[in-house]
């Protein structure tokens, strides 16, 4: 078990069961105080150096984490008000274009009604003067017509004066009867 | 009746003596005989493993990726941190590594009895030592509480009569401590070896030269004898050391409060 010394081993002196032995004591105490200082030394402070650096990287996370969260709901934030406030312009934008899209349509369209008139107008007139020209291009046939038609008649010639009273005596009934 | 020669040690125990540890040398000192006995070459083992295990346990510790060693070894620190603030209070954490000390101490030195040698707790002697750092402390904390006069004074307490009776209280608790781990562990070794020495002497009676009733049937016994008895003292000393102590303060609040 134990190498001993021959000359004590010889002897097997041997403690009483229930003693209180000095050295053993003395031993024992300084015993305690190595295993004391020993773990304290080899155990408690390595261990509770790790548990206290892992205590200070999880509460470090943790506010970083928080800080974080908070920047991202104010940035939810400002994003939402942003939506909306673009939202309120392009429905504002759609409402222009709709009002401006109106009346250009309703300028549009009086523009061409008053075209159409215009166009009307301008008809009107052309058939006016058609039908004046027309009319002296009648009246000058008929008076040919009539000279025509009085020297058949009368089968003799008249002088011109006679010649011209007749023919405006001629349109004249003509022109009452038109 | 033996056939062939067999070893001795293959008959068993065949003579039980009761005896304490061995002395292997000795020094005078003086009116004193210093002793070195078969308990303190023992301690030194037991020390000697107890601050192996925690260097091999706190071997290379990481914040993150915690090796089984590492864990075992933090979850022995907390679990033992945690005792002792729930037991003592705050103010007492510092505490902790003697209270882990005399723990593994003890477990250790009980638990070495299974390699066939004497229990380290089954020599008064190291319980004494033991249960009189308790005093020392208690009588410490009294002291620095409550001062010298409130210290002598609490011997008087509540009455002038009841001074021998506060002495004898002061003496019993260490006494008491020691005496009841002492008892227990030596107790149980006596018992061990009385079972060991009935069942080699059951074997020689039915004519075997062989002490086969040894084997295996004192494991059931020692399982209570060893096993759970060695931890349960060792921790009953230390709980007993701690409210002890702390109950020889002031009540925490009240110490935070000063």
């Given at each position: 078990m134990?190498?001993?010394p021959?000359?004590?081993a ?5 403690l ?6 000095t050295?053993t004591?003395l031993f024992?105490?300084i015993?305690l105080?190595?295993?004391v200082?020993g ?6 402070k390595p261990v ?8 200070e990287?999880?509460d470090?996370s943790?506010?970083?984490a928080?800080?974080a969260?908070s920047?991202a709901?104010a940035?939810?934030?400002?994003y939402?008000?942003k939506?909306?406030a673009?939202?309120?312009?392009s429905a ?6 709709t ?13 061409a009604?008053?075209?159409a008139?215009?166009v009307?107008?301008q008809?009107?007139?052309?058939l006016?003067?058609e ?7 009648l ?8 000279v025509m ?16 009273r007749?023919i405006?005596e001629f349109?004249d009934s003509?022109?009452d009867v038109? | 009746?033996a056939?062939m ?6 008959r ?5 003596n009761?005896t304490g ?5 000795s ?7 210093i002793?070195?006995?078969e308990?303190?070459v023992l301690?030194?083992?037991v020390?000697?493993?107890i601050l ?6 706190t071997?290379?510790?990481k914040?993150r990726?915690?090796?089984?060693r590492?864990?075992v070894?933090?979850?022995a ?5 945690k005792l002792?603030r729930?037991?003592m209070?705050?103010r007492w ?11 593994c101490?003890?477990i250790f030195?009980?638990l070495?009895?299974?390699f066939?040698?004497r229990?380290v707790t089954?020599?008064f002697s190291v319980l ?5 750092v ?7 904390t009294?002291?620095?509480y409550?001062g010298?006069?409130?210290y002598l004074k609490g ?8 001074l021998?009776i ?5 003496v019993a ?12 562990i030596?107790?149980?070794?006596i018992?061990?070896?009385l079972?060991y020495?009935?069942l080699?002497?059951?074997?020689h009676?039915i004519?075997l030269d ?5 084997v ?8 209570y ?14 709980m007993?050391t701690m409210?002890?102590?702390?109950n ?11």
């Amino acid at each position: 078990m134990v190498s001993l010394p021959a000359a004590v081993a010889a002897a097997e002196v041997k403690l009483p069961f229930l003693s209180i032995d000095t050295g053993t004591i003395l031993f024992t105490l300084i015993n305690l105080a190595i295993l004391v200082f020993g773990l304290k030394h080899f155990l408690f402070k390595p261990v509770n150096d790790i548990l206290a650096k892992r205590q200070e990287a999880v509460d470090k996370s943790l506010t970083e984490a928080e800080q974080a969260k908070s920047e991202a709901e104010a940035a939810q934030a400002e994003y939402a008000e942003k939506l909306a406030a673009a939202k309120e312009e392009s429905a504002e934008m759609i409402r222009r274009a709709t009002r401006r899209a109106q009346e250009r349509s309703d300028e549009i369209v009086a523009a061409a009604k008053a075209e159409a008139a215009a166009v009307m107008q301008q008809n009107e007139a052309e058939l006016e003067r058609e039908k004046r020209r027309a009319a002296s291009e009648l009246r000058s046939e008929v008076s040919g017509l009539a000279v025509m038609v009085a020297e058949k008649v009368v089968e003799r010639e008249i002088n011109p004066a006679d010649h011209a009273r007749l023919i405006d005596e001629f349109i004249d009934s003509v022109g009452d009867v038109q | 009746m033996a056939i062939m020669a067999i070893p001795a040690f293959l008959r068993g125990p065949t003579d039980p003596n009761v005896t304490g540890p061995q002395v292997i040398t000795s020094w005078k000192l003086g009116p004193l005989t210093i002793n070195l006995t078969e308990t303190v070459v023992l301690e030194w083992i037991v020390v000697a493993v107890i601050l192996g295990l925690a260097c091999f346990l706190t071997r290379n510790l990481k914040v993150r990726g915690v090796s089984k060693r590492q864990a075992v070894a933090e979850m022995a620190v907390e679990t033992i941190t945690k005792l002792v603030r729930d037991t003592m209070g705050r103010r007492w954490l510092w505490f902790t590594p003697y209270i882990a000390s005399v723990f593994c101490f003890s477990i250790f030195g009980s638990l070495i009895s299974l390699f066939g040698v004497r229990a380290v707790t089954s020599d008064f002697s190291v319980l004494l030592s033991w249960a009189a750092v308790t005093f020392l402390i208690i009588t410490w904390t009294k002291i620095r509480y409550g001062g010298i006069g409130g210290y002598l004074k609490g011997f008087a307490d509540p009455m002038p009569v009841m001074l021998p009776i506060n002495i004898l209280s002061e003496v019993a608790t260490p006494a008491a401590m020691a005496l009841r781990h002492f008892g227990n562990i030596a107790g149980g070794g006596i018992i061990m070896m009385l079972v060991y020495y009935g069942l080699a002497n059951a074997s020689h009676m039915i004519g075997l030269d062989i002490a086969v009733f040894d084997v295996g049937i004192p494991a059931v016994l020692s399982l209570y004898f060893d096993l759970f008895s060695d931890f349960m003292q060792a921790f009953i000393f230390i709980m007993l050391t701690m409210v002890f102590v702390s109950n020889a303060g002031p009540a925490e609040d009240e110490a935070s409060a000063s």
